[in-house]
């Protein structure tokens, strides 16, 4: 059983910038997926980015591309966030999510494991 335990959020600025820490621990294969989920509210939880086990391949949504960068540390079984050049329409609770490799990794139902949930806050 697989257990992902976010950290980092907060309050920031427009423009700011935060990373977001999660810890994997548990039992897992090494080919799992790690992703980043974003809920706000009143919508649906929508994806923002994920990454390979090994780390070698990562993939984003269009809203976050070229803003976000996600990364891994092997060594402490922990996925990153960066968030950079932060609007308020990323205001929303992150979750970090572990699951089988799918190709369907943009939808929250590949994902059999989920964390509490950090709040980002961007204010104008």
């Known amino acids: 059983q697989v257990q992902v335990v976010e950290s980092g959020g907060g309050p920031v600025q427009a423009g700011g910038s935060l990373r977001l820490s999660c810890l994997a621990s548990g039992t897992f294969f090494n080919n799992y997926i790690l992703g980043w989920f974003r809920q706000a509210p009143g919508k649906e939880r929508e994806f923002v980015a994920t990454?390979?086990?090994?780390?070698?391949?990562?993939y984003y949504a269009d809203s976050v591309q070229g803003r976000f960068t996600i990364s891994k540390d092997n060594a402490k079984n922990t996925v990153y966030l960066q968030l950079n050049s932060l609007k308020p329409e990323d205001t929303a609770v992150y979750y970090c999510?572990?699951?089988?490799?799918?190709?369907?990794?943009?939808?929250?139902?590949?994902?059999?494991?989920w964390g509490q949930g950090t709040q980002v806050t961007v204010s104008s």
């Open positions: 990454i390979t086990w090994s780390g070698t391949r990562s």
């Open positions: 999510a572990a699951g089988p490799p799918s190709n369907s990794f943009s939808s929250p139902r590949a994902y059999d494991a």
